[in-house]
């Protein structure tokens, strides 16, 4: 059968639901007359979707978090993210997330993708932006403890990778994409840009 | 505070659970005293976890399977993958994986990297491996119609970028490294690799 022919999604119902968690069940019929149930994640309440940054104080570096992750245990080092809240656009919640995680508020915020986390089980997506033109700013944030700001070349991801602690899909998806954007960027640049 | 002073977790709550899913509730306290609750997501009894395949026909193009996806409501182009059964290793499991979603065995797997997906709030690890030396030979799987597979360039991510349905952050991810890896491989070439 070809992707052509859209299933058709049948019943739904909410099957678990937790503060952060909501578990959906989809009966799905597919356009050969298979039928199946999946199970899938959405996020309760935050219909707004999230925005990831690709901050950049420099041409040649961008800057990574260390926070803890409760889901492995561990510190992780990551993009700077978060949630956007009701009421927010894409570029006020990267701005505000920027300036609560990294101490930076960014002159030019421009998009560079929307990524999903796993689509086959979860609706959640995430929008990457790149931050330029960034001057001093804090804004309060509600991490438990400040976060360890670190600012690494761009092109060395292959370095980020051998550290043990770069492991999250998007934020590594995301970097890869701004370094080539940049490479290009580099190749035919725009003396206005920074 | 540092993060050598690594949290303490105190009570683990199970609070929300279906088919797939299981939403935990952990009690954490960090270093500096903070206290908060975090919830995260785990795979109910998936405890071996997941693989995805860079898998490569020749050394220019790598295997690309369009899937509907249920979280998104859409189809989505995304790198062979799956969950790893009892039992099996890494690359018992990519070698099956890839047989039922692409109709290919593979005489060589090697380790690539382990993703995370959002370690903030989900354990979910996958290993993505580098499969060559293929050969066809098809396994039933349990999709619940035929995947279509497509073959691209993998120096052509950009292209794929621009599609709209390749957009799954861990396996943007897993084919950059997968480029790169090739590239500094051509720069000091073994004629036994393919």
């Given at each position: 059968m070809s992707p052509s022919g859209k299933p058709e999604i049948g019943r739904r119902r909410s099957i678990a639901r937790s503060r952060l968690f909501a578990v959906e069940a989809l009966e799905i019929e597919f356009s050969n007359g298979e039928q199946r149930t999946f199970e899938r994640l959405t996020s309760n309440g935050q219909g707004a979707g999230a925005v990831m940054i690709v901050a950049m104080?420099?041409?040649?570096h961008v800057l990574l978090i260390q926070e803890y992750a409760a889901g492995i245990e561990e510190y992780a080092l990551t993009l700077p993210k978060g949630v956007i809240d009701p009421g927010e656009d894409i570029v006020t919640a990267a701005n505000r997330e920027l300036r609560e995680e990294c101490g930076y508020g960014a002159r030019v915020i421009e998009p560079l993708i929307e990524l999903t986390l796993a689509p086959n089980y979860m609706t959640h997506r995430i929008h990457v932006v790149m931050a330029t033109q960034l001057y001093e700013e804090r804004l309060p944030g509600d991490e438990p403890e400040p976060l360890i700001v670190e600012k690494h070349a761009i092109e060395d991801i292959e370095a980020l990778l051998t550290r043990?602690?770069?492991?999250e899909g998007r934020a590594i998806a995301a970097l890869f994409i701004a370094r080539d954007r940049l490479r290009e960027r580099q190749a035919s640049p725009d003396p206005m840009f920074w």
């Amino acid at each position: 059968m070809s992707p052509s022919g859209k299933p058709e999604i049948g019943r739904r119902r909410s099957i678990a639901r937790s503060r952060l968690f909501a578990v959906e069940a989809l009966e799905i019929e597919f356009s050969n007359g298979e039928q199946r149930t999946f199970e899938r994640l959405t996020s309760n309440g935050q219909g707004a979707g999230a925005v990831m940054i690709v901050a950049m104080p420099d041409p040649d570096h961008v800057l990574l978090i260390q926070e803890y992750a409760a889901g492995i245990e561990e510190y992780a080092l990551t993009l700077p993210k978060g949630v956007i809240d009701p009421g927010e656009d894409i570029v006020t919640a990267a701005n505000r997330e920027l300036r609560e995680e990294c101490g930076y508020g960014a002159r030019v915020i421009e998009p560079l993708i929307e990524l999903t986390l796993a689509p086959n089980y979860m609706t959640h997506r995430i929008h990457v932006v790149m931050a330029t033109q960034l001057y001093e700013e804090r804004l309060p944030g509600d991490e438990p403890e400040p976060l360890i700001v670190e600012k690494h070349a761009i092109e060395d991801i292959e370095a980020l990778l051998t550290r043990g602690d770069f492991h999250e899909g998007r934020a590594i998806a995301a970097l890869f994409i701004a370094r080539d954007r940049l490479r290009e960027r580099q190749a035919s640049p725009d003396p206005m840009f920074w």
